[in-house]
C-alpha cells in the first residue's frame, strides 16, 4: 500500500472513529424553571432557584451518600449515556401574563424539554396551558391551587400536596387538639384573593363544615395590602381560637406586626406555607411570633441522615437551612429528572409517559410524602404534610406526634414569651 493510500485510510478511519464517539456523545437535558426572581416573592423564588441548583448537581455528578434518591449515585441521566441536566432560569416577577410569555419563550427559542415552576399558583395557572398547548410537560413543584390540576391536561404532573390536603391536615389537627382539652371551638381563615389564597380557603372552610369546625369569619384581602388594621380589628372582634392565615410573604410579616401593634394575640395562628416558609419571614417575626405554626412537609431529620446531607450542601450554597417551599420544588425537579431519566430519551412524550408511571417511595424522596404517584389529573395522590412551631429562631417538627421533634406548645406565646 502506497504511503499517501495508507494515510488517506488511516486519516478515514480516525474521522469514523471520531464521528461515532460524538454520536454516542450524550446532549443535555434542558429544563426551562419559572419562578419570582424579582418582585415582593423574590426571596421565596431566589430560594427556590437555590434547591433546584441543588437537585441539578445531584443529578449531574455522584453523590452516593445520599442513600435511595434516586440518579444520585451515578452521574447524569445514566439511560441517556450520562447526560446532564442544564437549567435554564426565567424571572416571571409574580406578574401572571408575564409567566405565560415567558413559558412560550422556554418552548419555542430556549427548545426546553421540560417545564417546571411557578410558585404562585395564579402564575403557573397561565403557564401550564402553554405547556399543554405545545405537549411539553410540565412539572408543578409547590403551587397548591386546585384548578391548576383539573383542566383535563395530559402534560401537568404536580408532586405537591394540594388546597384539599391541607384542609384534612388542619382537621386530623384540630381533633387531636380537642382529644388533649385544647379549646377550638372556632376558626378565622384570612386568605389573599388570587387563585392560591382563594382555593385554599375555600378549602379549609369546606373541610371545617364537615368536620363541625365553626368558621367565625372568613377575611378575603390583596397580598399587596400595606394597612390591614381593618381586618386585624374584625379578628379581635371574633376571638377565633385559631386563626389561619393564606398569605404571602410582605402580607404574612404585615399581620402579625398588626397583631403586635393592636395587642391582639389569638391562641393559635396557623400559616399556611407560603409566606410563612419564605427565608426572610422568620427574622422579621421571631420576636413577635413566638409559638405560631407552619405545615411543611420538610423536616432536616437526624445528623448523618440523607436529608441532613442534603440540608448541609444547600446550607453550603445559601448561608441558610432549606425550607418547606424551596424543599417541594427541589423534590419536584427531582421526580421530573427520574422520569426523563426512565423515558430514556429527550422526546416529551415519552417523558410525560414516564412521568405518568411514577411510583416513587417514600425512602425515595426527600420530603415527607408517602410517595409520588400520579392519578388521571397528575395530581400526587400520595403527598402529605407535617405540622411545624416557631422556637426561637427556628421551626420544629411538633405534629403529627408519631414523627416529632419537639414538644409542642399550646397556646402561642407571642410577644409575651
Not at 139 to 168: C, E, Q, W
Request: with cysteine; proline share 5%.
Amino acid at each position: 500500500m502506497k504511503k499517501s493510500t495508507w494515510f488517506f485510510t488511516g486519516l478515514c478511519i480516525a474521522v469514523s472513529a471520531l464521528g461515532a464517539a460524538t454520536a454516542g456523545a450524550a446532549e443535555s437535558v434542558k429544563i426551562g424553571v419559572l419562578m419570582p426572581l424579582t418582585g415582593n416573592a423574590a426571596a421565596a423564588g431566589q430560594a427556590s432557584k437555590a434547591a433546584i441548583e441543588v437537585a441539578a448537581d445531584i443529578v449531574n455528578n455522584a453523590h452516593p451518600e445520599l442513600g435511595n434518591l434516586p440518579l444520585a449515585a451515578t452521574a447524569g441521566l445514566p439511560h441517556l449515556g450520562g447526560a446532564k441536566l442544564d437549567v435554564v432560569f426565567v424571572d416571571h416577577q409574580g406578574n401572571p401574563s408575564l409567566a405565560q410569555q415567558l413559558a412560550t419563550r422556554l418552548i419555542t427559542e430556549d427548545k426546553v424539554n421540560a417545564l417546571m415552576g411557578a410558585y404562585q399558583s395564579s402564575c403557573t395557572f397561565t403557564a401550564t396551558p402553554v405547556a399543554e398547548r405545545y405537549g411539553i410537560p410540565f412539572m408543578v413543584g409547590d403551587s397548591s391551587a386546585l384548578n391548576i390540576t383539573t383542566r383535563g391536561f395530559k402534560h401537568v404532573f404536580r408532586a405537591t400536596p394540594i388546597a384539599t390536603d391541607y384542609a384534612r391536615t388542619y382537621m386530623r389537627f384540630f381533633a387531636d387538639m380537642k382529644k388533649e382539652g385544647k379549646a377550638i371551638n372556632s376558626i378565622a381563615i384570612l386568605n389573599e384573593n388570587t387563585d392560591y389564597g382563594t382555593s385554599v380557603g375555600d378549602a379549609i372552610e369546606a373541610e371545617a363544615k364537615k368536620n363541625n369546625v365553626p368558621v367565625a369569619i372568613r377575611i378575603p384581602y390583596s397580598a399587596s395590602s400595606t394597612d390591614v388594621s381593618a381586618q386585624v380589628l374584625q379578628l379581635k372582634d371574633k376571638k377565633p381560637d385559631v386563626a389561619i392565615f393564606i398569605s404571602y410573604t410582605a402580607d404574612s410579616i404585615l399581620y402579625l406586626k398588626t397583631l403586635k401593634n393592636f395587642d391582639y394575640e389569638p391562641p393559635m395562628v396557623l400559616g399556611d406555607d407560603s409566606g410563612f416558609s419564605d427565608p426572610s419571614f422568620v427574622p422579621a417575626i421571631s420576636d413577635i411570633g413566638q409559638g405560631l405554626m407552619n405545615r411543611s412537609a420538610w423536616d432536616v431529620g437526624k445528623p448523618g441522615s440523607t436529608t441532613s446531607k442534603i440540608n448541609e450542601m444547600y446550607k453550603a450554597k445559601t448561608g441558610r437551612d432549606l425550607d418547606d417551599t424551596s424543599g417541594r420544588n427541589m423534590q419536584g425537579f427531582l421526580a421530573l429528572a427520574d422520569a426523563i431519566d426512565r423515558a430514556g430519551s429527550t422526546d416529551p412524550e415519552k417523558i410525560r409517559d414516564a412521568l405518568a408511571k411514577t411510583d416513587l417511595k417514600p425512602d425515595q424522596l426527600m420530603m415527607g410524602y408517602q410517595g409520588i404517584k400520579y392519578d388521571e389529573t397528575g395530581q400526587n395522590i400520595l403527598a402529605s404534610t407535617y405540622l411545624i412551631q416557631l422556637h426561637g429562631n427556628r421551626y420544629e417538627l411538633v405534629w403529627p406526634e408519631t414523627a416529632a421533634t419537639s414538644k409542642l406548645l399550646w397556646p402561642m406565646s407571642g410577644w409575651t414569651n
